[in-house]
């Protein structure tokens, strides 16, 4: 009975069913977004990474193919994405020493009626993905996060960026 | 140049050229492992989740689909992982006012010779981002991380416990 | 000699080499489809998935999910098919306790140069088969059909609607 | 607080986390199973498919490779199926005057965990799916099903065959 | 060091990171590309190809829906091309006494802002691969190639048309 | 008719129907191939890739990566090819001046019940292809090919290497 119970809990759109907003409606205008990613490593391993002695290969080339190939197909990953042609999908991986660790940084842009914030973000979580799985010979610990969004524009709610951006997120702890 | 200079600075091993480890030596065994991840969210929008009131539908249920489901694929968003056919996938979202945001915890395991650590994390990540895919209309600013791995068990490494885990995450900042 | 005998006994469009239909001389229109699916089951079954006693979980939300994830990827299934870009997909399942069984109904738009018909008809089929694969430890001799078109709108043939349906398909034999 | 409240509606296993079944345990032994479906069109279809008339090319052919390709990717449609090494796919489409439509049927086996049921009823579908998109030009009102399985077997429960099988499905109506 | 060293030695847009070019700015216009590829084989097998005895099924007809698969998802194999919505794909397989062998020939068209070369290339190449599965069991030795681009049109550059084609590729050595 | 004049034609095995071959009966045994591919360009090109001065990045790690997932991918494209969890996939690029153009080696392995030669030829198709994408706005008339296969080891036939290779292919014409 929990479906019904859920109904007469709510108004009609949260059910609980999902949903893919329609967004026939929308006018196609230009969209874009970036995200940032990090993974925090010890500093051997970021070590290693720069002289590319990780004996998978070229950590950074490779975790940059598997963000453009996964932002490509985000709506396979995310059910309620909508399939999106993409123009264009950017991802730069760079090390940092006092993180440390890597981050990227993922801009997707396209003509559609809906954002592609979700391309960009699911680009930088594979990115991301990648160096864990060809470092974790080096150091289990690795910690990805935080992946988020830095910023956003097209369509009706026009330019977003993300308020109180300091740098390199703080260590935790 | 750049590539035949790479081959002469180091190692045949570490010349940068992308390298699926070959496992046929290795012995299948029953491997196991267990990540978490963190969505960190504004406290109003952790209570529309719990009360059901995202546009987009019954965000818990439709993440531990997509946890599931991106698990199971984990060899195609990550170029040098090997294709495991899973005996099992659990994917278990919770909410966490303190944190406040939500938390998953992705279990997975197979018989194979070589370890699951990459499922897992995969299944999180696909699991916090299609929270965020679902409830990005009420808050954009959410961020995701840290998704880590708290276990690995089988294979010649044995057992591996994440040391110095203190329930959860630290605020940042 | 097949092959050769068949393009002598027919005209050149039916000598039975698979043929994707060239859209690209078509307007591009809104697009709309309505398709229907039914799953007959045992009341006993029925029952359990309305009280939610189905080991497998939640079955109504994951095979809605499953339905939306499989009418975006309809071309890579069904081999003729358009890769389409959709705007829309719902998938919403109801419990039918006279057919009884569970009925899907799926409705799919864009606009697009060509229908989508499949893109529904895909969606209802794998939300189908989902329930079974839920369900099938309580009942295997579940049946899935009939799945069916209900309308269809935009392009140069305007819109369809099935004649004569008659609420629920009748019990077989 | 619907999530909560089916918890404490029903025991542990039913609070509505899809849950893939863990299928570790299991001895890997031979599996085997048979599906059968049917989609029913107007005889003058039905006579264009024998004549090799149909515009989109060799109706039977293209229908049969995409019933083995979506067997073979079951675990990509059915969040909860395993994935499967299958070892053999069948898929054999026979035209049928007296129901009157195209009857597909497919076997899958192999050596695994866990059964192959579901492989057999998503080769079947999307052969079916597959026949109406090439047809669908010249009969719209084509119905897809029954869709179901006529036999199990291998694992635990042993040889299962569907009970009183009457030859083709009934007319409905 | 690698990846710092290839940064001075060049220009910014050639350090080496895998990027995909952005074709926002560009105009969606009518494209249209034609690829051909072939397979060298031995007479004997050709002859059995003509003569429908491959024990796997029709090469042909199997081949070309391979071809048009592979050609809609052309995105997924190549790391850096953008994801068309495809409006019409066309392969046909021929044999060639001469050569001898089996010669594809794949047409595609689209609107887009980008061209269709890769989608041609990729459809010709699966759909000789996929003759080489089907006949491998007869000769081992078949060589695939050349697969090459015949013509290309639309967007900023034009027609173009490969220079010198000479009918059937000469044979090797 | 075509369809049942082909029966009548032919043994059961070969009226065209596509058949996955049932490999159950084999035993699982350690399998191995070698493939190898070519691309021919210009040395203009083959000295820009050299350098490293092609725009879309680094040409040979991004066409190995390409590589490996669509070797880890064969069962998708190549209808009837079974899927098979590959334990090592080894894509190798290198340039030769010779030729003059890009030769790939590529070799799987993994325990199975049958042969990993076309997870090698797919392999060395999507590296070659990749490398095309990636250079095409420097020289259209690159050719791909010969891709052929050079080693199988394992199963029934034992080992087999290709009778007569005479290091690079010859020029064509």
């Given at each position: 009975m929990a479906r019904v119970r859920r109904r007469s809990l709510t108004h009609l759109d949260s059910e609980g069913r999902p949903r893919m907003v329609d967004v026939g409606p929308k006018r196609p205008t230009r969209r874009r977004a970036v995200a940032e990613g990090w993974i925090r490593m010890s500093p051997h391993l970021l070590r290693a990474i720069r002289e590319n002695r990780?004996?998978?290969?070229?950590v950074l080339t490779v975790a940059e193919v598997a963000g453009i190939l996964a932002a490509k197909r985000t709506a396979e990953w995310i059910p309620l994405c909508h399939p999106l042609p993409l123009d264009h999908v950017d991802v730069r991986l760079t090390l940092d020493d006092d993180f440390p660790g890597v981050r990227v940084e993922v801009e997707t842009s396209l003509v559609a009626r809906t954002g592609v914030e979700m391309e960009a973000l699911v680009g930088a979580s594979a990115a991301l993905l990648t160096v864990y799985d060809m470092c974790k010979s080096l150091d289990r610990e690795m910690e990805i996060g935080?992946?988020?969004?830095?910023e956003k524009a097209g369509g009706r709610s026009g330019v977003w960026r993300r308020p109180g951006l300091e740098g390199r997120p703080k260590r935790k702890g």
């Open positions: 990780v004996e998978k290969g070229s935080p992946v988020r969004l830095l």
